[in-house]
């Protein structure tokens, strides 16, 4: 493989996950406008700001590389984001689905931003790999906080739908629960 096919490679990575992030941007708008807890709404709202940045990052990257963002990407990526918020608004049960969306999102960015500075050092291309590492790190750790809550998103899910969980009745959290499937 040639350098100058290495490098458009590497071009055509970075343009794919500027469309990704316009697509968890779409989405963050969409969980941020469907979430009643404070603490989540408020951790979306950082992530997005986070999410705003990343984008800016892997644009100016582009344009250090003489390319631009890929427009059909970019739209195409939008657009599918817009109609997940559509259906993110009559769905029920939203603080565990939208959690369990933002974290197979959140997995999916780890695995794209591994994959661009794999390639990105393979092309030896130390900015692009480090802005890669750099966000691939933001994602890892929206990550970690998705997952430390589960219980909350639970309870969360359960309180709308006016379902009190054995927790409650137990004083044992949900977590802590033995399994029953175990015995």
């Given at each position: 493989?040639?350098?100058?096919?290495?490098?458009?490679?590497?071009?055509?990575?970075?343009?794919?996950?500027?469309?990704?992030?316009?697509?968890?941007?779409?989405?963050?708008?969409?969980?941020?406008?469907?979430?009643?807890?404070?603490?989540?709404?408020?951790?979306?709202?950082?992530?997005?700001?986070?999410?705003?940045?990343?984008?800016?990052?892997?644009q100016d990257?582009?344009?250090?590389?003489?390319?631009?963002?890929?427009?059909?990407?970019?739209?195409?990526?939008?657009?599918?984001?817009?109609?997940?918020?559509?259906?993110?608004?009559?769905?029920?049960?939203?603080?565990?689905?939208?959690?369990?969306?933002?974290?197979?999102?959140?997995?999916?960015?780890?695995?794209?931003?591994?994959?661009?500075?794999?390639?990105?050092?393979?092309?030896?291309?130390?900015?692009?790999?480090?802005?890669?590492?750099?966000?691939?790190?933001?994602?890892?750790?929206?990550?970690?906080?998705?997952?430390?809550?589960?219980?909350?998103?639970i309870q969360?899910?359960?309180?709308?739908?006016?379902?009190?969980?054995?927790?409650i009745m137990?004083?044992?959290?949900?977590?802590?629960?033995?399994?029953?499937?175990?015995?």
């Amino acid at each position: 493989m040639s350098n100058t096919s290495l490098s458009d490679k590497v071009v055509a990575y970075i343009q794919e996950s500027h469309a990704m992030e316009q697509n968890v941007m779409r989405m963050l708008d969409s969980m941020i406008s469907t979430t009643t807890d404070q603490e989540t709404k408020e951790r979306l709202r950082e992530h997005r700001q986070e999410t705003e940045r990343h984008g800016q990052l892997l644009q100016d990257r582009l344009e250090q590389l003489g390319k631009s963002c890929s427009m059909t990407a970019d739209m195409t990526a939008m657009a599918a984001a817009m109609l997940k918020g559509v259906g993110d608004m009559m769905r029920t049960d939203r603080p565990a689905k939208n959690a369990r969306d933002g974290y197979i999102t959140e997995h999916a960015e780890i695995a794209a931003y591994r994959l661009l500075e794999q390639l990105a050092e393979a092309a030896n291309d130390t900015e692009t790999a480090r802005i890669a590492r750099v966000i691939r790190r933001d994602e890892e750790a929206m990550a970690e906080w998705f997952d430390a809550r589960w219980d909350l998103f639970i309870q969360e899910t359960l309180n709308e739908a006016g379902i009190v969980p054995v927790s409650i009745m137990s004083d044992e959290p949900l977590s802590m629960q033995s399994d029953p499937w175990q015995s």
